[in-house]
Nanobody, 124 residues
C-alpha cells in the first residue's frame, strides 16, 4: 500500500476552477494506478477520474469529462485533479486512491489505498 494525503479543497463559485493535489509516500508510487472519487452527503462514493502508471492513459466519468483533468508526477510522488467550469453538483468530499491494477478502475474495490478526503464546495 501507499499512503495518500489530499489537499487543495475549498469554496469556489460556480464556473470557477480548483486544483486538488494528492501527496503519496513510498518508493512504489510509480507502480500505482491512481484515481479520484467523490462523495456527497447522503450519496455513495462515485468514480471521478483515473490515470495509469505512466500517466499516458486517463479515464473520466461522463459527468466531469471535458471539465476535469487528472495528472501525475512520479518524480514528485504526486497526483492532481484540475477542475474547471465547476457546478453545484460537483460539491462533495474528494478522495485520492491508489491501486496496483487498472482492472475495474472505476470501482472502489480496485483500490487498496485511500486518502482522508478534502472538501470541495461549489456555490451558485
Amino acid at each position: 500500500q501507499v499512503q495518500l494525503v489530499e489537499s487543495g479543497g475549498g469554496l469556489v463559485q460556480a464556473g470557477g476552477s480548483l486544483r486538488l493535489s494528492c501527496a503519496a509516500s513510498g518508493r512504489t508510487f510509480r507502480t500505482y494506478f491512481m484515481g479520484w472519487f467523490r462523495q456527497a452527503p447522503g450519496k455513495e462514493r462515485e468514480f471521478v477520474a483515473a490515470i495509469g502508471w505512466s500517466g499516458a492513459s486517463t479515464y473520466y466519468s461522463n459527468s466531469v469529462k471535458g471539465r476535469f483533468t487528472i495528472a501525475r508526477d512520479n518524480a514528485k510522488n504526486t497526483a492532481s485533479l484540475q477542475m474547471s467550469s465547476l457546478k453545484s453538483e460537483d460539491t462533495a468530499v474528494y478522495y485520492c486512491a491508489g491501486g496496483t491494477s487498472s482492472i475495474g478502475y472505476n470501482t472502489r474495490r480496485a483500490y487498496d489505498s485511500w486518502g482522508q478526503g478534502t472538501q470541495v464546495t461549489v456555490s451558485s
